[in-house]
Every structure is written in C-alpha cells, then in structure tokens.
C-alpha cells in the first residue's frame, strides 16, 4: 500500500462514519494507489493519523496486541470491523483501540486491512517499506483463516 496524499474529511466535514459521505476522498485515494501500482492506499485524517484505507480498516499487529484507530475518530465502523475484534479476541490477541500515525504501520510487527467487500487482507508493504517479515505474519494468517471460515468464503 502507499499512504494517499488525499485525506479524509475532518470533524467539520461529512461523518466519515457513514462509508457514502467519504466516498469522494475514498475514490481519489484508491486513484493514487493504483497509479502507484498499489491495491489500497492507507488513508490518513485531516490531522495526519490513520483512518484506515480506501476500502475499510486498518489493523497493526505489536508485540501480538492488535491496534486500530477507535470507531467513530475517522475510521469507517462496517461490521467486519467488529468481527474482526471478536475473533482476534477469541483467538486470545489483546486489543488497543488507540489513534495510528504511519510510523506504527511502518514499524509493525504486522498489518492487515478489513473491508466488507474485500474481507482480511496482509499488507506487507507500506510506501516503499517492508512491514515485519515482509509476509503475511502468524496473526494475520490465523485472523484471516477464522475469517474466512465465519463467511464461508471455502464454500
């Protein structure tokens, strides 16, 4: 993924919570992506922290806590948003709901996205600097079996 130049409005714009109302910044982001030879873009705020991509949310793995940015701090809240939650709970991963900046994606230890039509997707790379291992990593894997499984995506 690349970090998009475009950001997605701030508290005196459209709710960013309701998915159609940020669709324009959406659209321009995923624009600059695939120019970049990307499938998503990370999106950032109007005050620089992460929203989460063109497409859904945003998660980093550290130390085998999984971080996102809170619902409603400019980050989308689809519902795989919560599933993805309640099955990183259940697996037994910590969660920390906290404001991102692009250095917690840079220096993770994993990333991965989660949109309602794209389901869990590793990010191994993010503007020209490789995450982790530079591959899907052991949480990502093990989220996005269980994922897969809950939707009977193998079906």
Not at 5 to 16: E, K, N
Not at 64 to 86: F, K, M, N, Q, Y
């Amino acid at each position: 993924i690349i970090t998009a130049a475009t950001p997605r409005p701030g508290p005196v714009g459209p709710s960013s919570r309701i998915g159609s109302l940020s669709a324009q910044a959406n659209v321009l982001a995923k624009i600059e992506a695939t120019a970049a030879g990307c499938l998503d873009a990370l999106v950032l705020d109007a005050t620089g922290e992460v929203a989460g991509c063109t497409s859904g949310n945003v998660f980093v793995v550290q130390r085998g806590a999984i971080h996102t940015p809170p619902a409603g701090s400019g980050t989308l809240d689809p519902i795989d948003r919560e599933v993805v939650l309640e099955l990183a709970r259940a697996a037994g991963c910590g969660i920390v709901e906290r404001p991102l900046e692009r250095y917690d994606v840079y220096v993770a230890d994993e990333c991965f996205l989660s949109g309602t039509a794209a389901g869990l997707i590793p990010v191994v790379e993010c503007d020209g600097r490789t995450i982790g291992t530079g591959r899907p990593g052991p949480v990502t894997s093990d989220l996005r079996r269980r994922f897969e499984e809950l939707i009977g995506a193998d079906a």
